[in-house]
């Protein structure tokens, strides 16, 4: 519970916002509030799936084109009804195609073979020639192109196209799909027009059936969706695709369903919503459904990019139809559709693949689309998909991005962003489902940069300052490290197991008698400076405080480490070693000698930002500390340069330490050994190990009380090492327990009653 609070505390207002965040985003999908710049970038994205999309050349649906070519060879466009006559023939008599869909209109009679100017002579000023009547009646079969062209669709499956406006009704309109009486009162949504441009009654009547082929760009001027049923006064009408392919399987009737799927919506949505499917009854493949969205509409599934070049689909020039040069197979069976790329006849479509598409590819499009039974659909549940996608994304990330550090956080919120990005792209090509994915991605970066920013201002900067606290303390490659993560460290008060240490200058009030305040400053900073970088950059310590010319450290806090107490003697070792080449330089400037004692100890102590609210610092406190700094004081006792407690002897295993002796400190009831590292035992010399084998026989001897013994062995050490205190104190303790008998049940323990 307080863990669940603290987080609280530190996340709290981040959750909220986040949560917030994705509120926002959940209103959004269900219509709560809308935003034309969100709007705008679904369409882009849309666009680019779009284009990106994968595709293969279908054969079975192939163009017939009326391009430059054939312009150029057969003349200029419209080509004379005789022309299109023998096209038909060609298409279905030689190259047998299953159906044959044209996307164009015939909405005037064709008078280009003059035969209307010869029978109005012969009605008028020529009436008198009795054999011309009769000659043109001979002739007329021949010169009657409409008649040609009607006779060539007679009983064949050819559709003719043609348009709807609001301007004038011209030419006959096919036989509606269904009418407004069939609906019941129902409302069938479709793209209205009051006018048409439709073909003539003698073309209509032998052609198969019509379909509209108006395209209805949205609202950028792009298409990108197709009607498949048009509306037309009372009447509803196929478009040319959907024409075509009724042509093609040979069907009986085209009704509009409304789909079971939508078992959920009310029955006032049902009665009152398009309806979603149209149901096609065929010879040739039963009953067939095309899924459509508000309005009959399908979205456009293009593919490729258009044109004999870009596309899908077979292209092949009308003129080779017309002379036959096309291979038979290429044509058999397939469904033909005629149209036009050549720029000049104004049927190129600005679309999200390219500025200019033929508009008889889309046709062929939508075609393909109904052949395979698959359809690119917004389904009914889209605004559930989307919503609940918008949700789960807002909940993982306004509730893990404020805990994560930056790097796990740049990961998460990647890995989401793409995964929304591939579940949108994975739904448009596995299942045809076309969803809008621009919310979601919007909500990945908001929640992002907003755990970005908040990080950078509150929780950056407030690291930063804590890891410049820090700074005064420990080494600054330690600073590095924390700075890369400062929410691991603070300053709390805490209880670590730790290594502390305690140094002091020997004879510092000799010192300071002996040297002006001048030099005594650069002496003591030289020193101190010398001190702290053993201390801090050398083994990584954190440097406490200093105590006049005393100096305090310890190891494992803020940064832990496993080995704080083989830092801390490594470091004691190297300030030795300092200590004596700084000295050898105040010699020779002839300053006093410099010697250092250094005290060491570890164990459970109490570290954090500790003090009052006018000064406080980062320190350790307990009775660890207190050992270690009367460890440092006992060094003068014995003559060594450091006395470490038994604990850090027992942490940093790898050196080789002098037993010095077992004491009880003021303030302490149980004894402790305390040790003087030596080094590790390859930097040491073999006279060194036989030095210390006989030290620990000699004080084996002087704890059994063997005084003669003892003394002897120490007397032969003293006199090997005569710079040793050690040896010579001991000599001076038996000389002491000879005139004062310590008694049989004495523990070897060396009692101190000062600090």
Not at 675 to 683: D, R, S, V
Not at 714 to 733: D, Q, S
Request: with cysteine; proline share 5%; aromatic share 10%.
């Amino acid at each position: 519970m307080k863990r669940l609070r603290q987080a609280f505390s530190r996340y709290g207002a981040r959750w909220a916002l986040g949560l917030l965040f994705t509120l926002a985003a959940v209103l959004y999908v269900w219509g709560a509030w809308t935003s034309h710049t969100i709007e705008r970038q679904d369409t882009i994205i849309a666009d680019m799936r779009m284009r990106l999309e994968p595709y293969e050349l279908d054969p079975g649906i192939v163009i017939v084109d009326i391009d430059s070519r054939s312009l150029t060879e057969v003349g200029r466009f419209p080509w004379s009804r005789n022309v299109m006559a023998r096209l038909v023939e060609q298409l279905t008599d030689h190259y047998g195609v299953g159906a044959v869909g044209f996307d164009v209109s015939f909405p005037e009679p064709d008078t280009s073979s003059g035969y209307e100017v010869l029978e109005r002579l012969a009605a008028r000023e020529l009436k008198d020639v009795g054999a011309l009547r009769e000659r043109l009646d001979t002739l007329k079969p021949a010169l009657d192109y409409d008649g040609m062209f009607a006779r060539s669709m007679q009983g064949k499956p050819v559709v003719l196209g043609f348009n709807i406006s609001d301007q004038q009704a011209k030419g006959v309109l096919p036989e509606p799909l269904f009418t407004t009486e069939f609906l019941n009162g129902r409302e069938a949504t479709a793209a209205f027009g009051t006018g048409y441009e439709a073909n003539i009654a003698r073309l209509q009547q032998a052609a198969a059936g019509a379909g509209v082929f108006t395209a209805i760009p949205d609202a950028d001027g792009l298409v990108r969706s197709s009607p498949l049923v048009f509306r037309i006064g009372d009447g509803y009408h196929a478009s040319l695709s959907l024409a075509t392919i009724a042509a093609f399987l040979e069907t009986r009737a085209i009704k509009p369903v409304l789909d079971t799927s939508v078992d959920q919506m009310s029955q006032a949505e049902r009665d009152a919503s398009a309806f979603d499917t149209i149901q096609m009854f065929t010879n040739k493949a039963g009953v067939v459904r095309f899924p459509v969205g508000y309005g009959m509409v399908s979205t456009v599934q293009f593919r490729g990019s258009g044109g004999p070049d870009g596309g899908a689909f077979p292209y092949v020039s009308a003129a080779d139809v017309l002379a036959g040069k096309v291979p038979k197979a290429l044509l058999e069976g397939t469904i033909v559709l005629v149209g036009t790329t050549a720029p000049g006849l104004q049927d190129l479509r600005a679309t999200p693949v390219s500025a200019q598409y033929p508009g008889v590819e889309i046709h062929a499009n939508m075609i393909k689309s109904m052949l395979d039974g698959r359809f690119k659909a917004r389904p009914w549940s889209a605004e559930a998909l989307e919503a609940g996608l918008a949700l789960v994304v807002g909940l993982l990330l306004s509730l893990a991005l404020p805990v994560l550090a930056p790097a796990w956080s740049v990961l998460l919120a990647s890995t989401v962003f793409v995964g929304c990005g591939w579940l949108n792209w994975y739904a448009y090509t596995e299942h045809d489902l076309v969803l809008n994915v621009f919310i979601c991605l919007l909500l990945v970066g908001a929640l992002f940069v907003l755990n970005l920013a908040w990080g950078y201002f509150f929780e950056f900067r407030k690291g930063r300052a804590l890891v410049t606290r820090f700074g005064e303390y420990v080494a600054p490659e330690l600073v590095e490290k924390m700075a890369e993560d400062p929410e691991a460290y603070n300053m709390d008060g805490e209880s670590r197991e730790l290594t502390v240490m305690f140094v002091d200058v020997r004879g510092f009030t000799t010192i300071s008698e002996g040297l002006s305040p001048k030099e005594l400053r650069e002496y003591i900073n030289l020193y101190l400076t010398a001190m702290s970088e053993d201390i801090r950059s050398s083994h990584q310590g954190t440097l406490d405080k200093y105590i006049g010319d005393a100096v305090m450290a310890f190891w494992g806090a803020p940064v832990a480490f496993a080995d704080h107490a083989s830092r801390a003697v490594a470091t004691s070792l190297l300030m030795q070693a300092s200590a004596a080449r700084l000295n050898r330089d105040f010699l020779a400037r002839g300053w006093p000698e410099l010697k250092i004692g250094i005290g060491l100890n570890s164990g459970l102590m109490h570290v954090g930002d500790m003090g009052s609210n006018i000064r406080r610092a980062y320190t350790v406190m307990g009775d660890a500390v207190n050992l270690g700094a009367r460890l440092e004081g006992i060094t003068k006792v014995y003559g060594v340069g450091i006395a470490v407690g038994a604990a850090t002897r027992l942490a940093a295993p790898e050196f080789v330490y002098r037993e010095l002796d077992r004491v009880r400190v003021k303030g302490k009831n149980e004894p402790v050994a305390i040790y003087e590292p030596l080094g590790k035992p390859a930097q040491l010399a073999p006279a060194v190990i036989d030095e210390l084998a006989q030290w620990e026989a000699a004080l084996a001897r002087l704890r059994a009380q063997d005084w003669d013994a003892a003394q002897a062995a120490i007397r032969a050490l003293a006199n090997a090492h005569p710079e040793r205190g050690l040896y010579t104190l001991y000599l001076e303790r038996i000389d002491h327990y000879r005139a004062h008998p310590p008694g049989m049940d004495w523990d070897g323990v060396t009692r101190f009653d000062t600090k």
